[in-house]
């Protein structure tokens, strides 16, 4: 097996889902990217290979094309961008996205994501949402808390909040999922996903899993015969 690849063998993750509901579907078919420039990459590849996928970490140029989704992970936004542009990723990103796969981006990765943000430009807009960077204060004011998120379930998802953003503004079409304090925390428009705070710090998979539901979904639509 490749080093850029992390499998743990078992499909469907780790059984019932914390609210009690049934185990999510078979991922294994499914091929994860992980953009692998700086940031809390190993995090992400661990949640989803724990869901059963094929997790990717995506180092160069290219590998985007074998991904049924992308994770842009946290770290920091400015140097992220920076390399994206560089080494061609930006606009790859904006094919894969065009393409109707998913993409999540969490802390840093929502920044990316965003049209407007505030005091800089866009790095690779795509989401109809302006965000400011670090909210919540620097380091030292992190903090964790419960969140309320129905698409996960009835009980609280856990939100680790490091140098956080938060999203001020969506525009239409973009479905606020989760809130916190005076903003947006997490938000989706269409097959793009925007997270202010760091799920692959704790040991829930919901929000993985959610993620993984909506690149299955595009997998299985594009298996469908015509009609």
């Known amino acids: 097996m490749s080093t850029e690849q992390i499998r743990d063998g078992q499909s469907g993750g780790e ?14 078919s499914l091929t994860i990217g992980v953009l692998a420039l700086q940031g809390a990459v190993s995090e992400h590849l661990q949640c989803v290979a724990r869901c059963g996928a094929r997790a990717l970490a995506v180092r160069r140029s290219g590998l985007l094309q074998e991904v049924d989704g992308l ?3 946290g770290g920091e936004s400015t140097t992220i961008g920076r390399l994206s542009s560089l080494y061609g990723y930006a606009e790859e990103i904006k094919e894969l996205a065009a ?35 670090n909210a919540f204060g620097r380091q030292r004011e992190s903090f964790e808390t419960e969140l309320e998120i129905p698409v996960l379930g009835t ?71 015509a009609e």
């Open 155 to 225: 009980e609280p998802f856990c939100g680790v909040f490091i140098r956080a953003p938060l999203i001020t503004a969506v525009g239409k079409g973009v479905e606020i999922l989760a809130s916190y304090g005076p903003g947006i925390v997490f938000a989706r428009e269409k097959n793009l996903l925007a997270v202010a705070f760091h799920p692959e710090l704790t040991e829930d998979l919901r929000l993985h899993r959610y993620f993984l539901e909506l690149a299955l979904e595009r997998q299985n639509a594009g298996r469908r015969p």
């Open 15 to 28: 059984g019932p889902l914390p609210d009690g509901s049934p185990p999510p579907r078979d991922y294994s």
């Open 71 to 73: 994770i842009i992970p």
């Open 99 to 133: 393409a109707g796969k998913p993409v999540l981006g969490t802390c840093a990765g929502a920044i990316m994501l965003a049209k407007k943000v505030a005091g800089q430009e866009p790095l690779i807009p795509l989401m109809e949402m302006e965000i400011v960077r």
